[in-house]
């Protein structure tokens, strides 16, 4: 050994660093990889993800060769820099102090942390060209990695741990929320909206997106035929609840166009138009939109009349409610139901009682609370726990609120105020 010039220890060394440095650049790349991403690209064909997956699926003998070459070449690096130490100083405790110094500054800068900073930075464009050399080094040291995990297993064993039976980590409907909202810059903003609207279905019910039962356009069979007629010629909807007297006596179901097409032209008679209604289908409040949705298609249905536990009529959810809350407002609605809100010249807004709570948080950037009353009236009455007089003004969630109207135990119309400046806010 004192026959070796020291230029060739030291390009040794240097090459055992850099070996070194490979491990522990291809176990933290190795780790680091996307196992979703991972997954697509074995899917698409690449090479090298596949043989990085075949690699992650046996990660104890992964880990074994790549543990097994880093200390192994760590330990070389050690005693090469003793040698070197010795031939510079002597055999002193200097030597040796001065040694182990050196190659632990060595292998931390050049061998661990620069290495591995690298590697969770980059991790496919290091672990798939990596994959090519540790895949031949697992074979070739093979009896040697089984000798050492045949230790490991008995460890594990000892305390109980079984690696191979924990299951896989499955991502969780908020973490793939969360997934969604930081691909912003590689989802567009529309697909974005749509997929979190998605994750919101389970939470949302019929009761938050309903058109409430003050507001639902029916047939009366108690009316005059003439006005009967009139109502189903001039109505802007294809199919109409039909009741008697009371709406929560509902007896079906009718198609308008349905029902202009047998008549001919001619006003069709009361018993008539009972031969064609269909049964109507109820909904139960509290059903969540995503059920909704997949009952709607297995019942073939497009709407539904939503009910409480006693059976009283609550309001009317249709398809198309479900699908503006994933795509946004499409359709074009009603005369009866175009405006639920009307901005004024000084800036406040006039709303309707009925309007839904969800629909003013979206459509005016309100923060009105959604975990209680659906509509503005309910929130009102929960507020006051009383019928409020018209002219009352009050606050609820920072914003200012005048009852302009109430009628029949309801309240009818709000003012919205503008929202007030910081320094009013503070007198107020």
């Known amino acids: 050994m004192d026959d070796i010039p020291i230029s060739a220890l030291l390009t040794a060394l240097a090459v055992l660093l850099v070996i070194s440095a490979f491990f522990s650049i291809s176990e933290i790349s190795m780790m680091s990889l996307n196992r979703y991403r991972l997954r697509h690209l074995v899917q698409q064909g690449h090479r090298g993800a596949k043989l990085a ?3 992650l699926a046996q990660t104890d003998k992964l880990l074994g ?56 930075a980059y991790p496919e464009k290091v672990a798939f060209p990596a994959s090519y050399v540790l895949k031949p080094l697992i074979r070739l040291f093979y009896p040697l990695i089984w000798f050492v995990n045949l230790f490991v297993q008995t460890l594990l064993w000892v305390l109980r741990m079984r690696p191979n039976e924990a299951k896989e980590h499955k991502i969780s409907m908020p973490e793939l929320r969360t997934l969604v909202l930081e691909a912003s810059g590689f989802i567009p903003k529309k697909h974005q909206s749509v997929l979190l609207n998605l994750f919101e279905l389970e939470e949302i019910t019929v009761d938050d997106v309903m058109t409430p039962r003050s507001q639902i356009e029916a047939i009366d069979l108690a009316d005059d035929p003439d006005s009967i007629w009139q109502q189903l010629i001039t109505s802007h909807h294809t199919q109409l609840p039909v009741y008697e007297d009371e709406l929560n006596n509902l007896i079906g179901i009718v198609h308008t166009r349905k029902v202009l097409h047998q008549a001919q032209g001619e006003q069709i008679s009361i018993e008539g138009l009972k031969q064609i209604l269909r049964e109507p289908y109820f909904i139960p409040a509290g059903t969540p939109l995503l059920t909704q949705l997949q009952n709607f298609q297995e019942n073939q249905r497009k709407f539904g009349m939503v009910v409480d536990e006693y059976g009283e009529l609550q309001g009317l959810a249709t398809m198309s409610d479900i699908l503006e809350e994933i795509v946004g407002e499409f359709t074009t ?25 969800r629909n003013l948080n979206r459509k005016l950037g309100t923060k ?6 659906k509509t503005l009236n309910g929130l009102i009455l929960e507020h ?10 009050f606050r609820i969630a920072e914003h200012t609120l005048e009852i302009v109207q109430t009628q029949d135990r309801v309240v009818k119309v709000v003012r919205l105020c503008p929202p007030l400046a910081p320094a009013e806010i503070a007198e107020d």
Do not use: C
């Open 333 to 357: 609605r009603s005369p009866l139901q175009a405006t639920y809100f009307h901005a004024q010249d000084d800036g406040s807004w006039l709303i309707d009682g009925s309007s839904s709570l």
């Open 65 to 120: 060769v790549i543990l097994l070459g880093n200390n192994l070449v760590n330990a070389m690096a050690a005693a090469l820099v003793t040698i070197i130490a010795v031939r510079f100083f002597g055999n002193s405790e200097l030597a040796v102090t001065l040694a182990t110094l050196s190659v632990t500054f060595l292998i931390l800068v050049f061998s661990e942390i620069s290495p591995k900073v690298m590697g969770a």
């Open 384 to 393: 006051f726990e009383d019928i409020p007089e018209a002219g009352t003004s």
């Open 368 to 373: 009105f609370p959604i975990d209680g009353p």
């Open 53 to 55: 997956a075949s690699l």
